[in-house]
């Protein structure tokens, strides 16, 4: 997942760390930083790599360094405004790029490590950092003499004689300033400052709140006998939590690293169900600590009166409008296309595991939610004599990091170089690797932080950036990325073990990291690309983790180094649309419900109900069956609740479409690496960010729009 934030360029939320690494080695020069009160006022840009000094950065630095940056901002912005000369592209367009950095640089550290590495300290600060920035970011967008020299521009656009890339910077700024309210007369202007600072307020509580619930439950199994069927190593694991909190036996948690291994491999059913109804009713009203109810009434009213302010109808029109999809009726297109082809096959799927538990209940039960994973993955390893864990042997963490690297290489001809030893480290247990082009020019760094860190951590995968690629005076400075997962740790002398997902996920993340890494953008203001297109530098690397092809070259076993056997390769390519029913269904029916909450034209005067929403919109009307929860429930659909993916979620569907048809063209060729197609979707797609339409990226690259045909033939819908 890639996690943006759009203010002032920031392209990315996420990560940084709480000193540690301070303690230097005594033969080493005194740092600069250690001779400031807040390593914020010092530039970083001679750092090695251009890295943030995380060793030095406390968490009491980070309030007073954003109020400084925002004052500094404030000053740039008075300066262009008061300039009394006609607005040119230098002195207003190009300065309005250029402001703001010290407020970029904070942001970005402290956004980062508050979601990777959150601490009560971290926490505490975070709803004063979100006022100052969402207030002083409404003054910048809602400065009516700003806006009035930007406008003055783009209707004289003509006269200025700009460059096709100036010309789209320009108009992008224009309209990210009308979207942000530049037109509105002054008291719908200070209603939508409102609506956006308690937005900004609701959105930090809800995250806040999963993580809480999430941290809070802990369910310690005594007897070993319980938990029968599940792998040795998730069964260490298991204990070695337990251990840590104090207890005897075996624990479980609702992050994905411990309750998903649960329940595919757990025999025991009632404990399968306890566990997945933790899981599914996280954050509901009954926990009144953390009461995510009350939070999506708020958030979803506000939004909604937030897009009729700015003369939408609804929240999904707003939204929509600044994306490739364009309107909500060609979003519920594709989702309706995939949807129903996809709960047929789960249906067929569910018929199929139905017999298994009925041989092993005598009661007759019904198969539920909780029954899933486990049949299915007994399904997989009767029909295609495929099981998972016997996979996870070749797909160590170090494994599958050193074959991205090698298809990067073979790919765009990059060179990766581990440089932990040089850099300080923004969170425990990462690790550093410098980015260097084929002719040695160094393009960016990239951070691995792959351990899950219950309490701490984020739940899920994402991407972002803590320095984001700029350029000024024709100098270009390097992006610093990160990747954050949330991998079982490592047990005793064995490697962190993923499986097959996992391994899809780490190919995914690194997708966006290539986009930051390679991104040449000459401009701020053009970094970003709509959010239904980010996905596709992601999602097409997930097709070369699964190709037989790149499997012979990276999955070998962590202990013999052998790599894996054909048969095994054979295995994986012939299961590969085994379980795409399921995976389908869940998927679409979470953008459904994305889309659902946000193409309200109103919400009646009683709270809305999240239970009785689901069960109206998804069961009711799209008969979405009971064995197949959404991906997300809403009480914990971080993804749109924390705003990155609110009438978003969608996205990863649309960019699907594209990442099938992008890599048929490596395809089509009889050679997945071919050079020259990876070159020309390096120069169409990875480097450009947001300088050109992104539907005109793509035709720049395919000779043609996408054809929906790949996407739906890859997960056997297509009959």
């Not at 012939?574 to 309200?600: C, I, N, P, R, S």
């Amino acid at each position: 997942m890639k996690q943006l934030i759009v203010r002032f360029g920031l392209s990315a939320l996420l990560l940084a760390t709480l000193g540690g690494a301070a303690a230097a080695q005594e033969a080493q020069p005194i740092s600069k930083f250690a001779t400031v009160e807040n390593p914020f006022d010092l530039s970083w840009a001679d750092q090695p790599f251009n890295t943030p000094p995380f060793d030095y950065i406390k968490p009491e630095h980070y309030l007073p360094a954003l109020e400084k940056a925002i004052a500094a901002h404030e000053a740039e912005i008075e300066a262009i405004v008061q300039n009394r000369e006609e607005p040119t592209f230098e002195n207003t367009l190009l300065a309005f790029d250029r402001s703001g950095l010290d407020l970029e640089r904070v942001m970005l550290v402290l956004m980062n490590i508050e979601s990777a590495h959150s601490t009560p300290e971290l926490r505490a600060i975070m709803p004063e950092a979100l006022r100052l920035e969402t207030a002083h970011s409404d003054e910048v967008y809602m400065n009516p003499f700003l806006f009035r020299r930007i406008k003055r521009l783009k209707n004289n656009a003509d006269k200025l004689n700009l460059s096709p890339v100036e010309q789209r910077l320009l108009d992008e700024t224009y309209k990210q300033f009308v979207r942000c309210g530049a037109e509105l007369n002054e008291a719908d202007r200070n209603r939508l400052k409102e609506i956006n600072g308690r937005i900004a307020e609701l959105e930090h509580e809800f995250g806040k709140h999963v993580l809480a619930a999430t941290e809070a439950y802990k369910l310690v199994v005594n007897d070993e006998a319980e938990i029968e069927g599940l792998p040795d190593d998730y069964r260490q694991a298991a204990k070695d939590r337990a251990m840590e909190a104090g207890n005897k036996g075996w624990q479980f948690g609702l992050d994905n690293a411990s309750v998903m291994p649960a329940l595919q491999y757990v025999a025991n059913r009632p404990l399968r169900e306890m566990l997945l109804q933790a899981y599914l009713q996280r954050c509901q009203a009954s926990d009144e600590a953390n009461d995510n109810e009350k939070v999506i009434d708020e958030l979803l009213r506000l939004r909604l009166e937030k897009a009729n302010l700015m003369g939408y109808a609804t929240y999904a029109d707003y939204v929509l409008a600044d994306r490739m999809a364009g309107t909500p009726a060609k979003v519920y297109d594709l989702l309706t296309r995939v949807y129903e082809p996809g709960l047929a096959k789960a249906k067929a799927e569910l018929a199929m595991m139905e017999p298994l538990l009925a041989a092993d209940e005598a009661d007759k039960t019904a198969f539920t939610a909780a029954d899933w994973r486990f049949y299915a993955d007994r399904i997989r390893r009767e029909r295609y004599d495929l099981d998972e864990n016997e996979l996870r042997p070749y797909f160590s963490v170090d494994a599958v990091r050193e074959g991205i690297f090698e298809l990067s290489r073979r790919l765009y001809g990059l060179r990766f170089e581990d440089v932990s030893s040089q850099v300080a480290m923004p969170t425990p247990n990462t690790t550093a690797y410098a980015c260097y082009d084929a002719d040695s020019t160094l393009l960016g760094l990239i951070y691995l932080d792959m351990v899950a860190r219950p309490g701490y951590k984020g739940s899920g995968a994402w991407n972002t950036n803590y320095v984001n690629q700029r350029m000024e005076n024709g100098r270009r400075f390097t992006p610093v990325t990160s990747i954050v997962t949330n991998y079982a740790a490592p047990v005793g002398d064995k490697p962190s073990l993923l499986t097959l997902d996992e391994t899809e996920t780490f190919f995914h993340e690194f997708g966006h990291a290539l986009h930051a890494l390679l991104a040449n953008v000459p401009y701020r203001g053009l970094a970003e690309v709509p959010l239904d297109f980010v996905e596709l530098p992601s999602q097409i690397m997930e097709h070369w983790a699964v190709a037989p092809e790149m499997l012979q070259l990276y999955a070998k076993h962590y202990e013999t180094g052998e790599p894996m056997p054909d048969s095994l390769i054979k295995k994986i390519d012939a299961a590969a649309k085994y379980g795409q029913g399921f995976a389908t269904t869940e998927f679409v029916a979470a953008a459904l419900l994305d889309m659902d909450y946000h193409t309200q034209t109103k919400y009646g005067k009683k709270p809305i109900q999240v239970e009785k929403f689901e069960q109206q919109y998804l069961t009711k009307k799209r008969g979405l069956i009971d064995q197949i929860p959404p991906r997300y429930r809403s009480t914990y659909f971080s993804h749109i609740m924390t705003g990155m993916y609110a009438v978003g979620y969608y996205g990863y569907l649309w960019a699907e479409v594209l990442d099938a048809d992008a890599f048929d063209a490596f395809f089509e060729t009889g050679d997945i690496f071919n050079p020259a197609v990876a070159t020309a979707f390096r120069k169409s797609i990875l480097e450009n960010g947001g300088m050109y339409d992104a539907l005109r990226m793509y035709k720049n690259f395919r000779g043609r729009e996408a054809d929906v045909k790949p996407l739906l033939r890859n997960r056997g819908l297509l009959d």
